[in-house]
């Protein structure tokens, strides 16, 4: 058990660095990082307190904490992908409605010119 | 393009995505059938000629800045009819699959019976002996989860050869489906209670182009309509995005 909560913890620190560094770079808009340095935080403070985290097993009816730790990261992980998806559809509409408003535009301004 | 002139005019609106084979003859066509309706052609991002094409054919031609697929293209021609003021608007696929000639009777349909919606339906008169069997079976299903939701049935709710006026035309601006918009803008018309009526004609082998719906792609198709259709009648409103 202790080997899997250190590889979590080292695992929590290396998202945080990973993402920590994208931001700097500008790679990840500072918006889009909160989710990701929110769901590092969480694993690096389930990995390093062993009370929290046979409560929760405890809470879950589950005989091994670990185990616990594992279905936790993944519904993390799993929140932090539904909002980017929706974060990813609202851009997509939004890109469509421009497109078609660049094109529209477009269409108008050499309608003008051929007018004249 | 010049704005409608008057109440009830027609516009006719063409898709094209690298149908520079086909697209000319299609416009020829159509001015031969209505030589008073305004030809727009919505050329989506084509990298062969199909704007030169579309234009020396006498049409207008909206060229989208990229590829947004076939429903964010008639999208974007139904978005320019409306704010032009058109109130019907009639659209045939650039592919010369649609004979236009077909094009006066889905127009009357449309002005006489007050229908939001009108489809040309390949199988109305036992037609469609140009559709392949995966299509075939794919309309075979859809016809069956259609029928309750729209509360009539549907014979051909696959066919791009559609009417609409302008009140549908305005749903459309606001709410129009992206990757294989047919079936799903049927759904969405229902969710306004709107109607929509079916007119019987021949569908004609494509002259070029390949169509959207390949074999390898039919299931994907029929999972993603399907899927589509359950989210539009599930489709929460009340929520207006800023557009």
Known sequence: MERLLNAMTILSILLMVVVLFSVRRSHIRVEYSVSWLGAAAILLVLSRSHATLNWIAAQLGLADPPLALIILVFCIFLVVILRLSVIISDLKDANIAMAQRVAILEFQIQSLHEEK | ?243
Not at chain 2, 6 to 31: S, T
Not at chain 2, 33 to 46: G, M, N, R, T
Not at chain 2, 65 to 70: A, D, E, K, R, W
Not at chain 2, 88 to 109: C, E, M, N, S, T
Request: aromatic fraction near 10%; charge should be positive; proline fraction near 5%.
């Open chain 2, 1 to 243: 393009m010049r704005r409608a002139s008057g109440p009830n005019e027609l516009l006719i609106l063409i898709p094209a995505f690298n149908e520079d084979g086909a697209v000319a003859d299609v416009i020829r066509e159509v001015h031969q059938v209505v030589p008073e309706a305004p030809v727009l052609v919505v050329d989506d991002a084509s990298s062969d000629s199909t704007y030169e094409k579309a234009r020396s054919a006498g049409a207008d031609v909206l060229q989208l800045p990229y590829h947004l697929g076939l429903g964010g293209c008639v999208q974007a021609g139904y978005k320019l009819a409306y704010g032009l003021g058109y109130y019907y608007v009639i659209r045939v696929d650039g592919d010369g699959q649609h004979d236009p000639k077909y094009i006066p009777a889905l127009l009357q349909v449309l002005r006489e019976t007050g229908c939001h919606m009108v489809i040309g339906s390949r199988f109305y008169e036992g037609n469609g002996e140009h559709t392949s069997a995966v299509r075939a079976v794919g309309i075979w299903v859809f016809r069956t989860v259609l029928r309750p939701i729209l509360g009539k049935p549907v014979r051909d709710p696959t066919s791009g050869f559609v009417g609409v006026n302008r009140e549908a035309l305005e749903v459309f601006t606001r709410s129009f489906p992206l990757e294989y918009p047919e079936i799903e803008a049927l759904v969405v018309l229902q969710r306004k209670h709107f109607r929509f009526e079916e007119v019987p004609c021949r569908m004609r082998k494509r002259k070029a182009g390949r169509s959207t719906i390949t074999a390898v792609k039919s299931l994907y198709y029929i999972i993603h309509v399907l899927l589509g259709v359950f989210v539009n009648i599930l489709k929460f409103e009340g929520r207006r995005r800023k557009k």
